[in-house]
């Protein structure tokens, strides 16, 4: 058997040589109205082992295509006798083509091809056209004689009229009814590429006599490609075939495709007459005519001038000289004399070249698009002695004047040209050349929308494209261009992807494995997730019509920003960062990036502009959800894409239109293994290497669904839309890492770990006010108190805080709560509200003496302590505090409202001693104790050392005092020896040092 190289055997369409044979039969007479005598003359069946007495002789099929054994190009393996074929020669004894009993697999397309096999060429040759032996019942209706080549005689009657189509089947039947009917593999199968000029096949050049007539009479298809593909090869057969003589008529014969696609589909379905009507009503085609334009010579455009000089006049030796080392000056002819003045002088033709530019274009591409496309041109021009040649795009516009045509070649190429032309000598230039291009069968191209995926869903990058299934295609297939034009003009990033292979993204994952901390990877993988969401928009949106953004917070140091750079490598943009950006800027690069996520890190900024900043962050977050743009002088900016942000800000809080548009979770704050930095590095410049296996994944809208409904149930403060942004992130983060081999359940850590986290943003209000809440049970738990909170204290101006030691506190708070927000997020939000951070104030030395102090208190309200209240705790340790105004905090809840202070018992309650935290634990909502008043009792006198000590520092100018007490951190003093002091002098000196909270 002749197996097929692949995956997948070959399809056997007929099991024995009989069958073949009779299968074959039927489809040529019956199918194909091929004349019985015509096929008997033609059908030479073969089985590619020839056996004598047992032993192979022979591998007849294998000869005929003139493929080697086990060559890789044929995709055969061993011949067998199981294989049969019809060898279809040519009268010369030449081979045309082999149909095969069997089809074999074509692994590019991912299907069976048509069971033909056409002969390897030798170097450098020609497809054959099928110029078959002609029976002589054939010759007599023709009326060719029967003797002799039936094609030499052809070729000697120019006056008869020749039809060309595509198989030989269709030759065959054309012959059958009356037509001398040349046969090719296909449509484009009559001219060959020679030089990077199409040059027709010789088949077809030895009929081009003056006087011949030709038919086109290719298939008529129903496929708009097709038609296109088809139409493009009827051009440039019908121009090759009238440029080898201009004697040669070339018409094209069309019919209606529902009366058949082939011209034998055309007899079987409406008889010989149907065909003869088509061809007799066969029509000229339309010919673009070459404009006349300047001469190109030595990579230069210009004009000759012939004129005659004398050769032998010692006026002109030294011109001659010149003119055998001047590329510019040529030789005409041979010398020849001529009567001047009465004698006989020597003279030579000459012809000089005088260039108007210093380069020469011809057009590689033509190029549409909504602004009126362009074209792609390839420059030649001398560098010194080097022939320098690149490509250049010229946008339509840019050809209305000389001017801007050079400067649009000189920014394109980076190098500069030059040039003397006038505008009408441009446009015959440029006439000329895309005249000769679509006369050599040139194809017509898009210019990429955007970078990225593009409205028909191929994927355009600076040298590579995909299809929507991440199959890789080529320009040629595709017919579009990526537009170099976009990044220069607009700023738009341009991906660098590298090459595909299937280590690309394990490689990665071992790299981050290997340098985040094992709390920190579910984080990484989820951002790695919604990357991947991103790349499937234009899907998600196709199906449920919106699509959220991500918003990641958390401290420095964590590595979130590195995580988003990690995803964007999936796609090659993980050496781009976007920076501070107008909102038109914003607008134009998510309309210019296709399905290609924004990373954008931190991009509100602090002060006066925050505002400003979050509106627009905002206002982009709610269009790239809808997908509606904004129009800008005629500019619409419907974004093609996604975003997503890593910030210390949250983004939407108290908002619910934006909330619920947002995936949003904390990014926890963990170590990192800095050594394994370089890995991770060159495993982002490989990763996108996986891209086509990305974009192979399928979006399982149903699978989602399901995700959805039972994610529903964890979302009760959420908006609901929140359970399908977060069920299609899960979905395709477990895509990801079922793709690179990470064990991980990406649905569960949703429930457990983001869902509460999107409840809380679900409440609607701002996380400062979420923080104290929650301050509020840390403190009624035991695990705030005076050793890390100051509730009264002032400014200079007299103001009223709290005071928050963060550094003591935060640790103990998001073990404790997850908060969707971080440290910094707080301290910003606060100053916000007139508060401050970076503030030095003392606090309570430890947790366990201020528990200590609470007990002796209670203990003494309840007279079972000593007879004397205890004296108040001092604040002697000094540490670095985050102040929020008195009236936020009490807003929030932390603090009674002052008409709760009037009602509210007092009475003491016990505190119990606080629980040891030492790892997190799951939140459990715990309410706050009601509020309770007690009036500080302020000591009276000190002894005469602790006095001293107790003592406040004084002006030396007016003795009034600076405002820092300088407590004994040793001593609590009995009640009977202390002095008179305001307890609220308690904030800080102008010599602290600023600190951060």
């Known amino acids: 058997?002749?197996?097929?190289?692949?995956?997948?055997?070959?399809?056997?369409?007929?099991?024995?040589?009989?069958?073949?044979?009779?299968?074959?039969?039927?489809?040529?007479?019956?199918?194909?109205?091929?004349?019985?005598?015509?096929?008997?003359?033609?059908?030479?069946?073969?089985?590619?082992?020839?056996?004598?007495?047992?032993?192979?002789?022979?591998?007849?099929?294998?000869?005929?295509?003139?493929?080697?054994?086990?060559?890789?190009?044929?995709?055969?393996?061993?011949?067998?006798?199981?294989?049969?074929?019809?060898?279809?020669?040519?009268?010369?004894?030449?081979?045309?083509?082999?149909?095969?009993?069997?089809?074999?697999?074509?692994?590019?397309?991912?299907?069976?091809?048509?069971?033909?096999?056409?002969?390897?060429?030798?170097?450098?040759?020609?497809?054959?056209?099928?110029?078959?032996?002609?029976?002589?019942?054939?010759?007599?209706?023709?009326?060719?004689?029967?003797?002799?080549?039936?094609?030499?005689?052809?070729?000697?009657?120019?006056?008869?009229?020749?039809?060309?189509?595509?198989?030989?089947?269709?030759?065959?039947?054309?012959?059958?009814?009356?037509?001398?009917?040349?046969?090719?593999?296909?449509?484009?199968?009559?001219?060959?590429?020679?030089?990077?000029?199409?040059?027709?096949?010789?088949?077809?050049?030895?009929?081009?006599?003056?006087?011949?007539?030709?038919?086109?009479?290719?298939?008529?298809?129903?496929?708009?490609?097709?038609?296109?593909?088809?139409?493009?090869?009827?051009?440039?057969?019908?121009?090759?075939?009238?440029?080898?003589?201009?004697?040669?008529?070339?018409?094209?014969?069309?019919?209606?495709?529902?009366?058949?696609?082939?011209?034998?589909?055309?007899?079987?379905?409406?008889?010989?007459?149907?065909?003869?009507?088509?061809?007799?009503?066969?029509?000229?085609?339309?010919?673009?005519?070459?404009?006349?334009?300047?001469d190109s010579h030595n990579y230069q455009l210009g004009r000759w001038v012939e004129k005659a000089i004398e050769s032998h006049s010692p006026k002109n030796i030294g011109f001659l000289k010149a003119a055998k080392l001047n590329p510019n000056i040529e030789l005409v002819g041979e010398p020849y004399e001529d009567e001047k003045k009465g004698k006989t002088v020597i003279l030579q033709d000459i012809r000089t070249f005088e260039p108007r530019t210093n380069f020469d274009f011809s057009v590689s591409k033509i190029l549409e698009d909504n602004n009126g496309g362009g074209l792609e041109l390839t420059v030649s021009w001398m560098d010194r002695s080097t022939v320098r040649t690149r490509k250049a795009l010229i946008k339509s516009p840019e050809t209305f004047a000389v001017k801007d045509f050079l400067l649009a070649l000189n920014r394109s190429l980076k190098t500069p040209l030059t040039a003397k032309l006038k505008f009408d000598e441009l446009a015959d230039l440029l006439q000329n050349r895309r005249t000769k291009y679509t006369q050599g069968g040139g194809l017509v191209y898009r210019l990429a929308d955007r970078v990225g995926q593009q409205d028909d869903g191929t994927w355009v990058f600076d040298g590579s494209q995909f299809k929507p299934d991440g199959t890789a295609t080529t320009e040629r297939e595709s017919r579009i261009v990526f537009n170099q034009a976009l990044i220069e003009a607009e700023n738009i990033p341009s991906p660098a992807i590298a090459p595909q292979s299937p280590e690309a993204l394990p490689n990665l994952v071992q790299a981050i494995q290997a340098f985040y901390s094992p709390e920190a990877l579910p984080h990484v993988w989820l951002i790695l997730g919604f990357a991947l969401m991103g790349l499937h928009r234009r899907e998600i949106m196709a199906t449920v019509g919106e699509m959220a953004s991500l918003a990641i917070y958390g401290q420095k140091g964590g590595g979130k920003s590195l995580a988003q750079k990690l995803a964007a490598s999936l796609y090659g943009l993980h050496d781009w960062s976007l920076s501070d950006v107008s909102v038109s800027q914003f607008g134009e690069l998510a309309k210019s990036l296709g399905s290609l996520p924004i990373q954008w890190d931190d991009p509100i900024r602090q002060g006066r502009y925050a505002a400003g900043d979050e509106e627009k962050v905002n206002s982009a977050l709610w269009k790239l959800f809808t997908g509606l743009g904004r129009a800008v002088r005629g500019n619409s900016q419907a974004p093609n894409t996604v975003v997503s942000v890593s910030s210390n800000r949250t983004l939407g809080a108290g908002n619910a239109a934006i909330e619920s548009r947002l995936i949003k979770f904390i990014f926890p704050l963990h170590p990192v293994e800095r050594s394994a930095g370089e890995a991770l590095r060159r495993a982002m410049n490989q990763a996108s290497g996986g891209l086509s296996q990305l974009l192979a994944i399928p979006y399982d809208s149903q699978t989602i669904e399901a995700h959805a409904a039972q994610l529903l149930e964890h979302l009760s403060d959420s908006d609901s839309r929140n359970s399908n942004s977060l069920a299609t992130l899960a979905y395709f983060t477990q895509q990801f890492c079922d793709l690179a081999g990470v064990d991980f359940d990406a649905l569960t850590f949703v429930k457990t770990d983001i869902c509460p986290q999107t409840n809380e943003a679900g409440a609607g209000k701002s996380d400062l006010a979420n923080f104290l809440e929650k301050l509020?049970?840390?403190?009624?738990?035991?695990?705030?108190?005076?050793?890390?909170?100051?509730?009264?204290?002032?400014?200079?101006?007299?103001?009223?805080?709290?005071?928050?030691?963060?550094?003591?506190?935060?640790?103990?708070?998001?073990?404790?709560?997850?908060?969707?927000?971080?440290?910094?997020?707080?301290?910003?939000?606060?100053?916000?509200?007139?508060?401050?951070?970076?503030?030095?104030?003392?606090?309570?030395?430890?947790?366990?003496?201020?528990?200590?102090?609470?007990?002796?208190?209670?203990?003494?309200?309840?007279?079972?302590?000593?007879?004397?209240?205890?004296?108040?705790?001092?604040?002697?340790?000094?540490?670095?505090?985050?102040?929020?105004?008195?009236?936020?905090?009490?807003?929030?809840?932390?603090?009674?409202?002052?008409?709760?202070?009037?009602?509210?018992?007092?009475?003491?309650?016990?505190?119990?001693?606080?629980?040891?935290?030492?790892?997190?634990?799951?939140?459990?909502?715990?309410?706050?104790?009601?509020?309770?008043?007690?009036?500080?009792?302020?000591?009276?006198?000190?002894?005469?050392?602790?006095?001293?000590?107790?003592?406040?520092?004084?002006?030396?100018?007016?003795?009034?005092?600076?405002?820092?007490?300088?407590?004994?951190?040793?001593?609590?003093?009995?009640?009977?020896?202390?002095?008179?002091?305001?307890?609220?002098f308690t904030y800080m000196s102008e010599e602290a040092e600023p600190c951060v909270a």
């Open 1 to 294: 058997m002749i197996s097929r190289v692949s995956s997948n055997p070959p399809r056997i369409l007929q099991a024995t040589e009989a069958d073949f044979q009779a299968a074959i039969e039927t489809e040529f007479i019956q199918n194909s109205a091929i004349d019985p005598g015509q096929f008997n003359e033609i059908a030479k069946f073969a089985s590619d082992q020839a056996i004598e007495h047992g032993e192979v002789t022979g591998l007849p099929i294998t000869e005929f295509l003139n493929w080697k054994i086990n060559e890789s190009q044929a995709g055969f393996a061993r011949p067998t006798a199981n294989t049969h074929a019809l060898l279809l020669h040519n009268e010369d004894g030449g081979a045309f083509q082999a149909k095969l009993n069997e089809q074999t697999w074509n692994p590019e397309k991912q299907r069976y091809g048509k069971p033909y096999m056409a002969p390897k060429l030798d170097e450098g040759g020609f497809p054959p056209a099928y110029l078959p032996p002609i029976a002589p019942v054939i010759r007599e209706s023709l009326g060719v004689p029967i003797d002799g080549s039936f094609w030499d005689y052809i070729e000697a009657h120019p006056e008869i009229t020749i039809v060309t189509t595509e198989g030989a089947k269709k030759g065959l039947c054309g012959l059958s009814h009356g037509h001398v009917a040349i046969a090719l593999y296909g449509c484009d199968a009559g001219s060959k590429k020679v030089d990077g000029e199409h040059t027709l096949i010789p088949d077809l050049a030895r009929f081009c006599q003056p006087g011949r007539t030709f038919i086109i009479a290719f298939d008529e298809d129903s496929n708009p490609e097709t038609v296109e593909r088809v139409n493009r090869a009827i051009g440039r057969l019908s121009w090759l075939l009238g440029k080898e003589n201009d004697g040669v008529t070339v018409k094209v014969a069309t019919w209606d495709p529902k009366d058949g696609k082939g011209l034998d589909d055309l007899v079987v379905n409406r008889g010989a007459e149907a065909l003869a009507k088509a061809i007799t009503s066969a029509k000229i085609p339309p010919r673009e005519a070459l404009w006349q334009c300047l």
């Open 776 to 984: 509020a049970i840390l403190k009624s738990e035991g695990l705030a108190g005076d050793w890390n909170l100051d509730e009264d204290t002032r400014d200079r101006a007299g103001g009223r805080y709290l005071a928050v030691q963060m550094g003591g506190l935060w640790d103990i708070f998001e073990a404790r709560f997850k908060p969707n927000y971080g440290q910094s997020l707080i301290a910003q939000l606060a100053e916000d509200a007139g508060g401050a951070k970076n503030q030095k104030r003392r606090f309570v030395d430890t947790r366990e003496s201020a528990i200590a102090y609470q007990r002796a208190v209670t203990a003494w309200n309840m007279g079972t302590g000593p007879s004397d209240k205890p004296l108040p705790l001092v604040r002697d340790r000094q540490a670095k505090a985050l102040l929020i105004p008195y009236a936020v905090a009490q807003a929030a809840g932390f603090f009674p409202t002052p008409e709760a202070e009037e009602v509210a018992p007092v009475e003491a309650v016990e505190v119990a001693a606080p629980v040891e935290v030492a790892a997190p634990v799951e939140a459990v909502e715990v309410a706050a104790p009601a509020p309770v008043k007690v009036q500080p009792q302020r000591p009276k006198t000190l002894t005469t050392a602790t006095a001293q000590k107790a003592k406040p520092k004084t002006s030396p100018d007016t003795g009034s005092p600076l405002g820092t007490w300088d407590y004994d951190p040793t001593k609590i003093v009995k009640a009977a020896e202390h002095v008179e002091y305001e307890a609220e």
